[in-house]
């Protein structure tokens, strides 16, 4: 994956280019708004996508917890609405708890760490390949399949559609 | 800019009495300069002459991606036409004064011809074109490789044009101070960690091929870089820019990696002695093998890296704010597949 450029810092280029390059040259009152309303909507998409999958693993738990409290608050209470209530504290709040996702800046730091890591092994492997060293070929061919890995799936989710606008 | 031009002409042309630029018009496309269509009419002595021309012009440094000089090109186009019958745009003019045009630009006679490369294969409608073509393309490219580089660089111009520390003087310090720029240009170009970039850099210099004669090389030999006509004849090698002195093996590894990238069919295209390769090895005498021809599309690949990837990476640091250079993040990584395939990685199915 990718590190930098990140994905809100693509989604700003975008607005940025919206802002600087197209709205000037629209004349078309309607089509004006429109690209207003895309650039706010574009901008609650970077808001909520660094924060997104830590904030559901946290409130997926706060939610568990909520059921289970709001049925013991009940306590005994007879009733079908009563009945109902514990019975989703058993099985929605009895839910196991998710795992606590790291913030998106502790895993971007920390995959980007590991990823120069591999960059800074390159000129090392290199010296020992050329220094006749075999255990260093098979280090380069184990870095090469998890690099393999990584290319794949960098293409497959940063490539969109074949051919590039404006070349013929 | 219409009026700009008006009066550039109306300089250079002292003689004309009159000169009136019509049908003046952007080119869309083109990540590397700007590039407008106009035709001039210029009057001298009651007669007026058309001349359809283009205009090129370097963008603003920051968003540059190749920074080749536009004097530099109209040289080398001046000299290609006058010592070699490979068909080129003939180079009016080149403006070097930023106040002209606002950046350095040229102005280019524009050849007709069509540019719709996709037309020549997969059944596209010029299909029984693209023999005669590529053919062409091939015979052009050795007569281009086989020029005396005295005649087509006589001042040395090409020797490093991106001004980067390429020492042309023989082909061993060309390789090697070529990987030096490929090598420490990882870090000009580090938009992010990638370690595939850095294996890519090494593993070229580990694999230094045998020599062969230094020649100027078109630099951007690829299949959206010709111009041809509705009987198959080439009428122009279009966008000199990263003409350089190098190994003739980075024009034809270039064009074989397009080739593949651009689903196009040049190499394949041509019958007469087994092949593209084998016509160019007749011509040239060079015996470039495939092997060969793989460590170039590697090398050529990397050529083209070091400066795509460092503009990615002032974009990156906003020392602009152009969305072109987001975009060409897909394409380069169509180029570090590229890199991973040419090197033999394992890639798991699917992933390309």
Redesign the interface.
Request: proline share 4%.
């Given at each position: 994956m990718?590190?930098?450029?990140t994905s809100s810092?693509?989604i700003e280029?975008?607005m940025?280019?919206l802002a600087?390059?197209v709205l000037p040259e629209l004349t078309s009152e309607r089509a004006q708004v429109v690209v207003i309303m895309a650039q706010g909507v574009l901008q609650a998409v970077r808001q909520r996508i660094e924060v997104e999958q830590q904030a559901m693993a946290a409130e997926h738990n706060d939610m568990t917890a909520l059921f289970r409290e709001m049925a013991a608050a009940l306590g005994e209470t007879p009733g079908a609405e009563a009945d109902r209530m514990r019975a989703r504290a058993r099985e929605l709040g009895g839910q196991d708890d998710m795992p606590q996702v790291p913030s998106f800046a502790t895993i971007n730091g920390s995959y980007?760490e590991l990823?120069?890591g591999?960059?800074d092994?390159?000129?090392d492997l290199?010296a020992l390949?050329?220094a006749g060293n075999p255990g260093a070929e098979k280090a380069?061919a184990k870095?090469?399949?998890y690099?393999?890995?990584?290319?794949?799936?960098?293409?497959?989710t940063?490539?969109?559609g074949v051919g590039?606008?404006?070349?013929? | 800019m219409r009026e700009q031009l008006q009066e550039f002409l109306a300089r250079q042309w002292p003689d004309a009495d009159e000169i009136v630029v019509e049908e003046f018009a952007v080119i869309a496309g083109g990540y590397s300069r700007e590039t407008f269509r106009f035709d001039a009419h210029v009057t001298r002595g009651g007669a007026r002459t058309i001349l359809p021309m283009i205009l090129r012009k370097d963008p603003p440094p920051a968003v540059g991606i190749l920074h080749t000089s536009r004097e530099t090109e109209h040289n080398l186009l001046q000299n290609v036409r006058k010592h070699t019958t490979i068909p080129v745009s003939e180079s009016h003019f080149a403006e070097m004064d930023p106040g002209t045009f606002g950046q350095p630009a040229m102005l280019v006679e524009r050849v007709r011809g069509s540019g719709e490369v996709s037309a020549l294969f997969n059944g596209g409608r010029n299909e029984h074109l693209a023999e005669r073509v590529a053919t062409e393309l091939c015979e052009y490219l050795a007569q281009l490789h086989m020029a005396d580089p005295k005649l087509l660089n006589p001042r040395g111009e090409i020797d490093d044009p991106r001004g980067v520390g390429i020492d042309a003087s023989s082909w061993d310090r060309y390789m090697d101070s070529t990987f030096e720029y490929y090598i420490d240009g990882y870090s000009k170009s580090d938009f992010d960690a990638l370690p595939l970039v850095m294996d890519a850099y090494l593993t070229i210099r580990r694999l230094k091929p045998r020599p062969l004669p230094l020649r100027v090389v078109h630099g951007d030999f690829n299949p959206a870089n010709f111009l041809y006509d509705e009987e198959g004849h080439v009428t122009a090698l279009i966008d000199w820019e990263n003409s350089r002195m190098g190994d003739p093996r980075e024009d034809l590894g270039w064009m074989m990696q397009m080739d593949v990238l651009s689903n196009t069919n040049i190499f394949g295209s041509v019958k007469v002695d087994g092949g593209f390769l084998g016509h160019y090895n007749k011509i040239t005498g060079f015996g470039v093998t495939e092997d060969e021809l793989n460590y170039f599309r590697l090398f050529g690949t990397a050529n083209i890296a070091v400066p795509v990837l460092s503009a990615l990476k002032r974009r990156v640091e906003k020392e602009h704010e152009e969305l072109l250079h987001l975009y060409i993040i897909q394409p380069s990584m169509v180029s570090l597949m590229a890199f991973a395939q040419l090197m033999g990685y394992p890639i798991p199915t699917g992933g390309a």
């Open positions: 990718l590190t930098k450029p810092d693509m280029g975008v940025t280019a600087k390059d980007r990823s120069q591999l960059v092994s390159m000129p290199d390949i050329r380069l870095a090469r399949e690099m393999g890995k990584r290319v794949a799936g960098d293409f497959a940063n490539v969109a590039m606008a404006g070349r013929g | -």
